[in-house]
């Protein structure tokens, strides 16, 4: 058989296109303990539950930084915050959700002072400035929309699988929970999914002051 020339797609890549290219998955020079993460999110779930962000299927957000004194900062669509996508045929870009003062969020939530998120919680914060920190969830066989976020975000995987991608612009990359760190160019159009059947835990984190 041979290939009809006319079916065959044109991708039309210039020569230094040709490879894909990872930078806007960047993986830091840090390392945390990825069976100590682990026991701590164990530990944070025996007493809280997901939020929703508000009613958003197949996701949930606990929130481990909060406005100073402010219990109120963290629910609801404060879980989320503002993201531009394109929902339909038009390809009309919109925003969605609330803006959020990521600076604000500068307290450490008390509630986990004893676990391990304290302890990579300080670490982090000496090297980056951070917006809101949380646990989010991406519940199996699902995905987030196609948007982009006002700024980049840090990641820390802790349960994952091998169907948990995330893709930026057309590149995508799968990041394993071994306590490695990476930060993200979230502020252009990307998704993540998880096509696993079982939940997928990251730590991600605002982070303020990285440029790509
Ligand atoms: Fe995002």
Redesign the pocket.
Known sequence: MTIDSKNVVNLDLKKNEKVLNFSDFQKQNLKFDIAKLQEAYMQIIQTKKFDDGGGISHFGAICLTRKPGDPDSVKGQKARGI?WTKPDKSGKEVSRDINIDEAEYSEFIPDYDNTYFKEVFDTLSSKYKLGRVRILLKEPRST?SW?R?PEP?LHIPIITNPGCLMVIDNVAKHMPADGSVWITN?TKY?NAFNGGEENRIHLVACVLDYKF
């Open positions: 993201y987030l948007h976020d975000r979230n990307h």
